[in-house]
């Protein structure tokens, strides 16, 4: 009873470091393993069986219903739709997905076969958007719906002479004692993989995966962009999870961003991240309340009435023009300011319009008050600029 406990635990181990290393071989045209499908299942069970006493699954309602939702949608997607393999198989295999917590800071998310995929908390921090978190289930999603770890055990036994399937009928028969040496001899083919760097290909499969199930269930794919941008630029992260197991390459990125190309989406970053928006805020002024729109913290533009329009509604459409302008894509030389009429223009539409009124309520004067708004909205062009170079 003890040496199943361990040896179902070493083969937890054995499941998380596949599919966390994406250890996957090249895309040769491997006929299916045979244990596709039941075998499949039944080791995903105990799998997850061993999970849940292993690692602290969270029981907060709020975030579990959060990426059950994300999660639901994306399994109906993956159980009925195929979408091409470019390593494993894109044979359609219905599982019961489940989705979970992993109360743990590390930026990470893992699957184990028969689609149970582990969200950790520090993944539900670091992203900045539904479609983000999507993008990155559907990336598990796609390591279990192609069947990466089967295909990964197969091209192993080929390479060592039915070890790796060893290992398999080990698990299913419960491990006698003598084939806990058949389950270390599996971490040492996972080593292997790992160091042959099979990895990549199996990576990009699941991230073109992602996109596609992603698109269908509704989500911005761009998420997987802004996401992977984000995390390259966090070093700090290299030695925990996602990172090290899911590694981030200039190509893959790249790889990413043609298909999203070739699918036509427009990558508008700002869609799927916490971006900075240009907000009306009131402020009291000489006891009264005054509207302007601040960007990035700093008060830009302060409207006076006019005959036909109150402050209030000068300030929201201004703001209104100013995210437009960023959503759309604006680009640092596409701003001109005319300063003695007081425009800041982006395409040859003005952005805002600041009148002599306008300028005295922000104790300026119009030339001024011209320059410090366009100044503002062009550092937050480069802010963004900055943050999509890795
Ligand atoms: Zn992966």
Known sequence: MKRTFLAAGRFLAVITCL?????????TAAKAPPEIGETEKKIGADAAAEAAKEYKLSDNANDLKRIREIGNKLAAVANKTEIKAVYGSS???????????????????????????????????????????????????????????????????????GEAIALLATIMSGAKSSDVYNIQRGIELIKIARLNGYGMQAERDSDAGAIHYALEAGYNPVGLLTFMERLARRPELVDLGIFRSHPIDAERVASAKALLTELNIPINRRATTKAIMAEVKVEKVDGADVPGVVLSDKLIYRPAATDSQTAQKLATDAAARINKALDA?????ELKTDENAGVVAARGTALINITEADAKLLSSTVPQATQAAATVIREVLLMQMVNTVH
């Open 329 to 333: 894509g604006l680009k640092m030389h």
């Open 91 to 161: 044979i359609i295999t219905p599982f019961e997905y489940t989705f979970n917590i992993i109360e743990d800071k590390d930026v990470n998310a893992f699957c184990v076969p028969g689609g149970h995929i582990y969200v950790y908390r520090g993944l539900l921090d670091f992203v900045e958007s539904d479609d983000e978190l999507a993008l990155v289930m559907a990336h598990e999603v796609t390591h279990a719906s192609h069947h990466h770890m089967m295909y990964l055990l197969q091209r192993q036994a080929a390479f060592e002479k």
């Open 19 to 27: 599919l966390i290393l994406g250890a996957v071989a090249p895309a």
